[in-house]
């Protein structure tokens, strides 16, 4: 069965950082674009990274871009978004997910993937 788990997650101050981790269960995460969104309580999930397969070409969502940075070791089958000045705004749930195997490129939309962690939690309070 396929499957991801994310870690990292937490309770950090604002301006802090946090990295989390989206390790792959039952297949070869090097073989599949990723894609990290996030859902904030009473808001719908929204994508805010994601990862090509082949080339490495990474994409980021306004809201973040600048603070966080995505990243892949295929060696260690895991994917990984480092998350620098956070703000608030960023408290949520954030989920790891894998596009079909048919696509080497990833997008930010959550329809266009079919595999997903269970998400960790993170919050940015004082």
């Known amino acids: 069965q396929l499957q991801l788990v994310e870690s990292g997650g937490g309770l950090v101050q604002p301006g802090g950082s946090l990295r989390l981790s989206c390790a792959a269960s039952?297949?070869?995460?090097?073989?599949?674009?990723i894609g990290w969104f996030r859902q904030a309580p009473g808001k719908e999930r929204e994508g805010i990274s994601c990862?090509?397969?082949?080339?490495?070409?990474?994409y980021y969502a306004d809201s973040v871009k600048g603070r966080f940075t995505i990243s892949r070791d295929n060696a260690k089958g895991t994917v990984y978004l480092q998350m620098n000045n956070l703000e608030p705004d960023d408290t949520a749930v954030y989920y790891c997910?894998?596009?079909?195997?048919?696509?080497?490129?990833?997008?930010?939309?959550?329809?266009?993937?079919?595999?997903w962690g269970q998400g960790t939690q993170v919050t940015v309070s004082s």
């Open positions: 997910a894998a596009r079909s195997r048919w696509f080497s490129t990833c997008v930010l939309s959550t329809g266009e993937y079919r595999t």
């Open positions: 039952g297949f070869t995460l090097e073989y599949y674009a």
């Open positions: 990862i090509n397969r082949s080339d490495g070409s990474t």
